[in-house]
């Protein structure tokens, strides 16, 4: 049962360069978000997908374009990577269908760490 | 979405209980409460949520004022590997808007 899997866990780019981190979730989960982590600071969420179709901005969109490709997968794209997109970046999942609370709780990856130099 | 204030930092004696305090004074009637932890540069881990009632699992306890104005995190034995950040998050249940907004968070130093 592997849970939320990132890749890749390390990658370095250089300005200007694009790339793709991957993201998969085998519990069935219904929604999946994307968070960015700077040194010393909490979690800024980037964008989210409530369920398969959709997709929306969360707190610092800018910069980054997201696909929900089917229930399991959720990629988030940086088109032209920046030195301020260093930064390591956390995918999660929740099932969003908790009938027994109601609740919405988050299962995390174990992260991507990006330098762009 | 509701916004958090926890402090910045606190120590614990290992096998003593930690508590972590969260304000929480604009939640909404349907704002659950949620906290997590992220040990060094993990993935942060789910611990325990609440809505109106006390709550408590195998990790933690959580204490919901009357109001539902702040919140109090328990860890009742600390043990050294209970150092981490916990963050304390308010945001609506499954059926409403599912974004949640982690902040800053309290970073707990366990020592011997």
């Known amino acids: 049962n592997a849970g939320v899997t990132q890749t890749p866990k390390f990658q370095v780019l250089k300005t200007g360069q694009s790339m793709t981190l991957q993201c998969a979730q085998d519990?069935?989960?219904?929604?999946m978000y994307w968070y960015r982590q700077d040194p010393g600071m909490g979690l800024r969420l980037i964008y989210y997908?409530?369920?398969?179709?959709?997709?929306d901005k969360g707190e610092v969109p800018n910069g980054y374009n997201v696909s929900r490709l089917n229930k399991r997968e959720f990629s988030l794209r940086l088109e032209s990577a920046a030195p301020s997109q260093t930064s390591v970046y956390f995918c999660a999942s929740s099932l969003s269908r908790d009938t027994l609370s109601g609740a919405n709780v988050l299962t995390f990856g174990a992260g991507s760490r990006l330098t762009v130099l | 979405d509701a916004k958090t204030t926890q402090p910045p930092s606190m120590d614990c004696a290992e096998g003593r209980a930690a508590n972590l305090p969260c304000n929480h004074s604009?939640?909404?009637?349907?704002?659950?409460v949620y906290w997590y932890r992220q040990i060094h540069s993990q993935g942060p881990q789910y611990i325990i949520h609440g809505l109106k009632n006390n709550e408590t699992n195998e990790m933690a306890s959580l204490i919901i004022t009357e109001d539902r104005k702040s919140s109090t995190l328990i860890l009742p034995h600390a043990t050294l590997r209970d150092t981490a950040v916990y963050y304390c998050i308010v945001g609506r249940g499954a059926g409403g808007y599912n974004k949640l907004i982690f902040g800053a968070g309290t970073r707990l130093a366990v020592h011997p």
């Open positions: 604009t939640i909404s009637g349907n704002e659950y």
């Open positions: 997908s409530a369920s398969e179709g959709t997709t």
């Open positions: 519990m069935n989960h219904n929604s």
